[in-house]
């Protein structure tokens, strides 16, 4: 197992793993998720000749919880200052769902941190997806909030689950059980997406959008990554029969995908 390394910001400790050696790939995972989202994408992409560095979200796994701007912008900050504490940019960074967002939002006002942007699952737009103001103000919240975040996740994977599914789902329910967490994903839930969203015609980084099909968290997938890809300038992907985390439903599948466009 790789060694926790920390990142201390100026609002707190980000918590990462740095695997490889090669050309920078960072994965960044969506909201009330871990840095061990990309599991199973980061085998391939080190034996690729990739260093791949995978970073816990602020208020999220290993990394503290201080700081109240939980926003694409916030994230986005974070991302930025650990690109450039590793002195290997720009980085290809891959990021998935809000994480996304915060992608966008550095490529447009750090450009020169940004080589490429890969997009999972991209929630960059303003509006927040049907029925998740209810879920983030009445379900996540309490002492049953960790139960019903990993119920919801559940549904993220409408086709197949990983081996490992049951200890993940766990271990992610065990980590909002402690202090701050919780909170710290209503809060990032809550927050709007507008700063992605308006950051769209800056971002000239070459961008490959991969989107599963069933993506519950859309109306219509391919519609969605079908748009982000042409107000990008770039292409998109999509993973047949994949949910909300397609790098981790079907591996094989998304990482030929993503291999494909880092090398191109």
């Known amino acids: 197992m790789e060694k926790t390394l920390f990142w201390e910001s100026p609002t707190g400790s980000l918590a990462y793993d740095d695997q490889g050696a090669g050309p920078l790939v960072v994965c960044v995972p969506g909201m009330g998720d871990l840095r061990q989202e990309y599991r199973f994408l980061v085998p391939p992409l080190v034996q690729a000749g990739f260093r791949v560095v995978t970073v816990d979200l602020r208020g999220h796994g290993e990394s503290t919880v201080r700081g109240t701007d939980f926003s694409v912008a ?12 590793l002195k290997a940019g720009p ?3 891959i990021g998935d769902s809000m994480a ?11 450009p020169e941190l940004v080589a490429q942007l890969v997009l999972l699952g991209p929630f960059v737009r303003g509006r927040v997806s049907p029925g998740m103001g209810w879920l983030f103000s009445t379900l996540f919240r309490g002492f049953w909030g960790p139960g019903a975040w990993g ?5 993220l994977y409408p086709t197949r689950r990983p081996d490992d599914w049951a200890s993940y789902r766990r271990r992610l329910t065990r980590n909002l059980r402690e202090p701050g967490r919780l909170a710290a994903l ?38 969605e990554a079908r748009w982000v890809a042409q107000t990008l ?15 981790a439903e079907f591996p094989e599948a998304t990482a030929a995908l993503v291999l494909g466009a880092l090398v191109r």
Do not use: C, I
């Open 233 to 247: 300038n770039g292409s998109y992907a999509l993973v047949p029969g994949a949910g909300h985390y397609p790098h």
């Open 100 to 110: 996304a967002g915060a992608a966008v939002w550095l490529a447009a006002e750090r």
């Open 151 to 155: 119920a919801f996740y559940a549904t």
């Open 74 to 85: 916030g994230v986005g900050l974070d991302l930025g200052g650990l690109v450039a504490h």
């Open 186 to 223: 209503r809060a990032m839930l809550r927050a709007p997406k507008d700063a992605s969203e308006q950051r769209l015609p800056r971002v000239n980084a070459p961008t490959f959008v991969v989107m599963g099909t069933k993506d519950p968290d859309f109306p219509d997938p391919e519609a």
């Open 91 to 93: 980085a290809r960074v």
